[in-house]
């Protein structure tokens, strides 16, 4: 990235606090360190440039706030300006106002992208150079040469520290940002993913066996004007069964979301009585002493049985006849959904993803399933082990 940070920056929440800091500490030594210069004998002009240069300094860390080019710009003409004075006896480098240069590039180097970054660094590399050659330029006589490379030692390792912490500190923000953006995104998801098993195993279960219940009140009546209506609202339904089926392969997530609230095998009885019509037959039998099971696993059996029936409903041509077979046996449960193929099979658009979501369920709940055609109808097959053996 190559712009500059939100205003949600955590380093630009903690900017204030550090621009303030730098105004209160190093202004009021600046104005001692100006005034040792009056006394020690400094001309005017150099005092004025010294002052002017640090009120410079002291604006670039304002205007760095939002605009960190503008004032990492402003800063460095600031420093160029002072380096360049001469000054009797000291460098003008060691102002105090002088360390709003590392404030600034502070912030460059924390809210921008690496091409601003990098230039920083450079400007501020080639600054030390400068200095460090203006200071040995105007060594007294006799004076050791070690001393202007021991001063540019200390100013470069103070602008590589700053420059590697403030880097440092903009890619935490940045691998936080991405974690927080990765959990949300991820919780977006799994709500979709949670709002499309609701439609497909509730509201599409129910429109389907409410087709299923208009188609035989239509075969039953007598009536013609009244047949004629019934099969009307049962086209309407499948219509709206078509369009459901559309919306959830928009919000098809993949994977299922474990925290939704699970059907319990105590709702299979009545799941099937519910679903019996004059033409729609569904037998439900039980065998064996029935288990202990996990949650997960007693929901994925409820979930195979209401995908039995709603595809036997609304994919074959009525009467049609479905029988649910519960089996314990020891360790494990086994699960047969059958129908007998109907009268033939309906048209009723693209397959959905009902059958790869209940696959997925029961080998989630570490189960086995299948699905395949046997004697002209569909067999749905889930074996699961009960919850002593998983």
């Known amino acids: 990235m190559d712009g500059f940070a939100t205003h949600g920056d955590r380093g630009g929440d903690r900017w204030p606090r550090l621009a303030l800091a730098a105004h209160c500490v190093l202004a009021p030594l600046s104005v001692a360190a100006v005034v040792l210069m009056v006394l020690a004998g400094a001309r005017p002009w150099q005092v004025a440039a010294v002052v002017l240069a640090a009120v410079a300094l002291h604006a670039a860390v304002a205007t760095a ?41 502070w912030r460059i180097a924390s809210v921008t992208g690496f091409r601003l970054r990098l230039a920083a660094l450079l400007v501020g590399v080639a600054g030390v ?51 927080e953006r990765e959990r949300l995104e991820a919780a977006r998801w799994a709500e979709r993913a949670r709002i499309r098993r609701d439609l497909h195993d509730v509201i599409a279960h129910s429109i389907t066996v409410m087709v299923a219940r208009v188609d035989a009140a239509a075969v039953t009546t007598g009536d013609d004007g009244t047949r004629e209506e019934l099969e009307d609202v049962a086209e309407s339904g499948r219509d709206a069964l078509g369009a459901l089926r559309a919306m959830l392969a928009v919000l098809d997530a993949g994977r299922p979301d474990r925290t939704e609230a699970l059907p319990a095998l105590a709702a299979l009885p009545d799941l099937v009585r519910s679903a019996s019509t004059p033409v729609h037959r569904v037998a439900f039998e039980e065998e064996g002493t029935r288990g202990t099971m996990a949650i997960d696993a007693e929901a994925a059996l409820v979930r195979v049985v209401q995908e039995g029936i709603t595809n036997a409903f609304r994919h074959l041509r009525p009467p049609v006849s479905v029988e649910v077979l519960l089996q314990w046996r020891e360790g494990e ?58």
């Open 65 to 105: 706030r939002r605009r960190p080019v503008s004032g990492f710009a402003a800063a460095s003409a600031a420093m160029l300006g002072l380096v360049l004075t001469p000054m009797p006896g000291w460098a003008p480098s060691a102002l105090p106002s002088a360390g709003c240069f590392l404030v600034v590039l």
């Open 129 to 179: 150079v400068i200095s460090g050659l203006t200071a040995w330029a105007r060594l007294p006589e006799g004076a050791a040469a070690w001393t202007a490379a021991a001063q540019g030692a200390i100013e470069l390792c103070a602008v590589a520290g700053v420059w590697g912490g403030a880097v440092a500190a903009a890619r935490r923000r940045q691998r936080a940002a991405r974690a």
């Open 333 to 390: 449960v086994l699960l047969r959904v059958r129908d007998d193929g109907g009268r033939g099979a309906l048209d009723n658009g693209p397959a959905g993803t009902g059958l790869a979501g209940s696959r997925e369920r029961v080998e989630a709940a570490g189960g086995m399933f299948s699905a395949e055609q046997e004697d002209g109808g569909w067999v749905l097959t889930a074996r699961l082990p009960t919850k002593e053996q998983r």
